[in-house]
């Protein structure tokens, strides 16, 4: 079992930065692809990013590549997800999620789901 927590939400404006968190309990953290997923309202949960197990290889859905950076450091149990020049589209719920997969991007293939964080993008 993991627990996920997410936390580093807020209000930003245009252009501004946040870096999320996501805090991981349990032991087999490591064994876990992690992924950032976001829900605006009235929209569809949608992919952002992922990171596989060992750190070294990433994933982003297009919108979010060359803005958004995601890292984890297994001994800390925590995944990051730093996103810069934000845009009001941005505005959501993020998400941390863990999961065994290769399908990265579907949100179905992941077991665990963090409770969810606030971003508000102001123009």
């Known amino acids: 079992q993991v627990q996920l927590v997410e936390s580093g939400g807020g209000l930003v404006q245009a252009g501004g930065s946040l870096r999320l968190s996501c805090i991981a309990s349990?032991?087999?953290?490591?064994?876990?692809?992690m992924g950032w997923f976001r829900q605006a309202p009235g929209k569809e949960r949608e992919f952002v990013a992922a990171i596989n197990w060992t750190g070294d290889s990433t994933y982003y859905a297009g919108s979010m590549k060359g803005r958004f950076t995601i890292s984890r450091d297994n001994a800390k149990n925590t995944m990051y997800l730093q996103m810069a020049s934000l845009k009001p589209e941005d505005t959501a719920v993020y998400y941390c999620?863990?999961?065994?997969?290769?399908?990265?991007?579907?949100?179905?293939?992941?077991?665990?789901w963090g409770q969810g964080t606030q971003v508000t993008v102001s123009s």
């Open positions: 999620a863990a999961g065994v997969t290769f399908q990265v991007s579907v949100a179905d293939r992941y077991d665990y």
């Open positions: 349990g032991r087999t953290f490591g064994r876990y692809v």
